[in-house]
């Protein structure tokens, strides 16, 4: 029986395609490899976002090339995802060790592109669009308590720097029915967490005339029972107040958004193409913040993005401080390839992006390490992940505002026993990106 490995890079919409991806091959009699070296099939799952992932993509299917000169030369490089999608037929022409080269769009097709190049014929196969909605396909979860529910995909918001909407296409939603049913069974399966999934989840619905909108569809999903909600990703400009009294009202909706900024400068946020102003933001900050207190708020920053002054980063850090947030995610502006922005000359010279961006992590770090100590002491029910990734005998867990904290596991005990379980965690102690706690109701 032949052996696949996904490598997975990027965004959570990517995780969920990937599982979407082992789910496709193992009803197609696929089992899954451990490695690279038991594997028949080797499929990258690509994030064509960021530089970063982009050339680490490039440097791994490229070293792969000595696994078929040095004796495997039946092994099948796949390579899917947005980077697939962008660059298609060109892939293999870099790289023609690399078999099958598929798009967003053509998951389904990724059985029947690799037994075309089991018979020797490397293929590159990229639709520009589909009708389909992939969630329709098997899947294959990382967590059996855990679900990533696609509701809708593509993004017509065109931001300067983002290559989502071509690689992703236009927006379409899931229809309201197949979400609220999928979740239910997900209910019966047990899950005890979904993650609802889209590049803009507030404006799920937009594209549908009629059909329910995200807040409509939040309060559906949540009245199928599941024990906890979140969703990943909002538009700022889309946030509206029946979402925020969703978050209020609803018990089972974790107090935590992630709410991608990007920059504090208005002029910056224009250049953008955000659509918002660091006005609007806060006020939209200043309503969640009245409706649910203690929510806790991470952002995505950008940082030297063509033409921003120094007066304009000093408006990035002013809004990171007025927000006072909890957590952010930053980043260095990288041009690329088939964005608007990426016909901008006005850059910003690296050393000055790297300082500012020295600047803006030190403050993240602070203000995160502020609101991880102000939760010691504090017993929240947490969803326990399975072991730390480094030590086998700490429990991983996320409190509701999505904290990480670390656990010790309990003498004779094993961190299996606990992994998926809802445990009572009181935190005894802080550090800048994780708390420390302990079991306070042992009910394994
Ligand atoms: S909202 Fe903007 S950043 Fe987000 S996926 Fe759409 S275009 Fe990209």
């Not at 490695?35 to 690509?46: E, P, R, Y």
């Not at 995610?329 to 000055?352: D, H, N, Q």
Request: proline fraction near 5%; charge should be negative; charged fraction near 25%.
């Amino acid at each position: 029986m032949s052996r696949y490995i996904i490598h997975t890079f990027g965004c959570q919409m990517n995780k969920h395609d990937s599982e979407r991806m082992a789910g496709l091959l193992q009803t197609h009699g696929y089992m899954p490899a451990v490695s690279d070296a038991d594997a028949d099939v080797i499929i990258f799952n690509t994030c064509a976002v960021r530089e970063t992932a982009d050339d680490r993509l490039y440097g791994q299917v490229a070293s792969l090339k000595a696994l078929k000169t040095g004796g495997r030369p039946e092994v099948i490089i796949a390579v899917g995802g947005c980077v697939g999608q962008r660059d298609g037929e060109r892939m293999l022409q870099h790289l023609p060790h690399v078999d099958v080269v598929f798009g967003t769009h053509n998951i389904h097709e990724l059985p029947s592109l690799i037994d075309a190049a089991a018979y020797g014929r490397s293929v590159a196969r990229v639709l520009e669009g589909t009708e389909t909605f992939a969630s329709d396909l098997p899947t294959v979860r990382e967590h059996a308590w855990h679900a990533w529910v696609p509701i809708n995909v593509g993004c017509d918001n065109h931001c300067a720097y983002c290559i989502v909407p071509t690689v992703r296409g236009p927006e379409r939603s899931r229809v309201f029915e197949d979400v609220v049913t999928e979740v239910a069974a997900l209910v019966a399966e047990g899950v005890i967490e979904v993650t609802l999934l889209g590049q803009n989840v507030n404006s799920y619905g937009r594209d549908r005339y009629g059909q329910p909108r995200f807040a409509e569809l939040l309060h559906a999903v949540a009245a199928t029972g599941i024990p906890r909600i979140r969703f990943a990703t909002s538009h700022p400009k889309d946030l509206s107040d029946d979402t925020i009294r969703a978050l209020a009202e609803l018990p089972a909706l974790m107090p935590y958004l992630h709410l991608p900024v990007q920059h504090g400068s208005n002029a910056v946020l224009a250049a953008m193409n955000r659509r918002y102003t660091r006005e609007t933001y806060l006020d939209r900050i200043e309503r969640l913040r009245a409706a649910v207190p203690d929510i806790t708020l991470s952002t995505d920053i950008i940082v030297g993005f063509p033409g921003e002054t120094d007066a304009d980063f000093e408006q990035t850090l002013d809004l990171y401080d007025r927000v006072a947030f909890d957590h952010a995610f930053t980043f260095i502006y990288s041009s690329r390839e088939g964005t608007p922005a990426a016909a901008l000359t006005t850059t910003v010279p690296r050393e000055i992006s790297q300082q500012r961006f020295d600047r803006l992590a030190a403050r993240v770090r602070d203000l995160s390490f502020e609101s991880n100590r102000r939760v010691v002491g504090r017993t929240q029910e947490c969803l326990v992940e399975g072991a730390s990734r480094k030590d086998r005998h700490v429990l991983s867990a996320r409190t509701p505002h999505n904290r990480l904290v670390h656990v010790p596991v309990p003498e004779g005990r094993t961190a299996g026993a606990y992994a998926g379980t809802l445990q009572m965690i009181r935190v005894t102690g802080a550090h800048p990106w994780f708390l420390t706690g302990e079991l306070d109701n042992d009910a394994v």
